[in-house]
């Protein structure tokens, strides 16, 4: 079955501190990873893609097959980092490229 | 570019009732996706449309729900006797085609009440 877990409802830190937001999947295949972020009163929108590797606001994830897991880091946390955090994946080609979600990981960076 | 427009923001129907909700993809974009999100859960597939053709509807409920793409105007997903496990935010995305691989672009979702 095709699932992606994120474990954490609620992920608290203080300013400074580093972050790691947990993510597991489970596909028959190749998947395509992502990362989005939802900031408060606003859409929904695209953090970083694991077929790009690259780091946006001093956030990364890395895929590693052998466990299933595409954690999202950060060395040091900064309070507009603060948001919801929805790890995804869609399979290879396909005809609908749909996304598959987690249920989310609120991430609270206090001051 | 005004992004992807749903409208309404809040919507409130009585049990019962029918739910209209609009989506107007970016510009440039022929392909609409629809997403479902339920309280405490993550956002989940409901349907994908390109202009006039429903390309993979397998996450609609079988009764009651409903979506079309018409050649001209927005992306309209349809509820009819609507009840209150139909309440949720429910969220239009759009791609020029390229898909999820290349970042679908989300609108800010309408919120649907049942009382």
């Known amino acids: 079955a095709q699932r992606v877990t994120q474990p954490e409802k609620l992920l608290s830190v203080f300013k400074g501190a580093p972050v790691e937001l947990k993510c597991n999947y489970s596909?028959?295949?190749?998947?395509?990873l992502f990362w989005y972020v939802q900031y408060s009163r606003q859409r929904l929108q695209l953090l970083l893609r694991?077929?790009s590797r690259e780091s946006i606001k001093g956030f990364t994830a890395d895929l590693n097959k052998g466990e299933t897991s595409f954690h999202l880091k950060k060395p040091f946390a900064q309070e507009e980092d603060s948001a919801m955090y929805y790890c995804?994946?869609?399979?290879?080609?396909?005809?609908?490229?749909?996304?598959?979600f987690g249920t989310g990981t609120l991430l609270a960076v206090q001051p | 570019n005004a992004g992807v427009m749903q409208n309404p923001r809040h919507l409130v129907r009585r049990r019962g009732q029918e739910a209209r909700l609009r989506c107007s993809p970016m510009?440039?974009?022929?392909?609409v996706y629809w997403y479902r999100q339920l309280p405490e859960e993550g956002l989940k597939f409901m349907v994908y449309?390109?202009?006039?053709?429903?390309?993979?509807e397998s996450g609609m409920p079988k009764e009651r729900f409903s979506a079309e793409f018409p050649k001209e105007g927005p992306s309209i997903l349809r509820i009819q006797q609507v009840v209150r496990g139909d309440s949720a935010a429910y969220f239009c995305?759009?791609?020029?085609?390229?898909?999820?691989?290349?970042?679908?672009?989300f609108g800010s979702g309408t919120r649907l009440t049942v009382v």
């Open positions: 596909y028959s295949g190749s998947p395509e």
């Open positions: 510009k440039g974009h022929s392909h």
């Open positions: 449309l390109q202009k006039e053709n429903i390309i993979d």
């Open positions: 694991h077929i």
């Open positions: 995804a994946l869609t399979g290879h080609g396909g005809a609908t490229n749909k996304l598959i």
């Open positions: 995305a759009s791609s020029n085609g390229q898909g999820a691989n290349w970042g679908y672009t």
